[in-house]
Structure formats: C-alpha cells, structure tokens
C-alpha cells in the first residue's frame, strides 16, 4: 500500500501557474507509476497527466498537452504537476494517483489515491 499527500494548491487567476506535489510513502512507493486525476463538481473523473516509475515515459490529456509537465524525483518519493497557462476549465480537485498499471491511471482507476488538493482558476 501507498500512502500519497497532496500540496500545492490554491487559487490563481487564468494564465498563471501552479505546482502541485505529491509526496508517497510506504512499501516500495518509488516503484509505481504515478500520476494525477481531476474532478470538478458535477463532472466525471479525468485523467490528467501519469508517469512511469523511472521517469522515462510520460502521458497527458489532450486538454492540458503542452501546459502542464509532470515529473518525479525518485529519491523524494515525490511526484509534481506544473501547470502553466491555466484555464477556469482546470478547476477541480486533483488528486495524486499511484498504481502498478499505467493504464489503471489513464484509466482513472489507480489503486492508491491521495486525499485531494483543490485548484481554482478564475477568469
């Protein structure tokens, strides 16, 4: 089991930038691939962003291709979402997401899931 904390949220207006971080914990934590999935209210989960456990392969929404990077520094245990050029549409609540399967994170079903970080974006 992994244990993930969410920081970095906030509010900001459109065209900032925000960076979320997500910090796991527990048994082999720098072996997953992690990730980041979105909800705003009265809409569907949404993939956002997910990356392998080396760093070596990285996948985006179509939405927030060329906008957002997401990254990892295996040595923290730790996985960030940097967010630029930001949207009202971004609005949601992120959440940090960890599984063996990249594509249970693509899928917006991973198996570890941290406890959320709100980001809103006002026009």
């Known amino acids: 089991q992994v244990q993930l904390v969410e920081s970095g949220g906030g509010w900001v207006q459109a065209g900032g930038s925000l960076r979320l971080s997500c910090a796991a914990s527990?048994?082999?934590?720098?072996?997953?691939?992690m990730g980041w999935i979105r909800q705003a209210p009265g809409k569907e989960r949404e993939f956002v962003a997910a990356i392998s456990w080396t760093g070596g392969s990285t996948y985006y929404a179509d939405s927030v291709k060329g906008r957002f990077t997401i990254s990892r520094d295996n040595a923290k245990n730790t996985v960030y979402l940097q967010m630029k050029s930001l949207k009202p549409e971004d609005t949601a609540v992120y959440y940090c997401?960890?599984?063996?399967?990249?594509?249970?994170?693509?899928?917006?079903?991973?198996?570890?899931w941290g406890q959320g970080t709100q980001v809103t974006v006002s026009s």
């Open positions: 527990g048994r082999t934590s720098s072996k997953y691939n």
């Open positions: 997401a960890a599984a063996i399967s990249v594509s249970s994170i693509r899928s917006g079903v991973p198996t570890n």
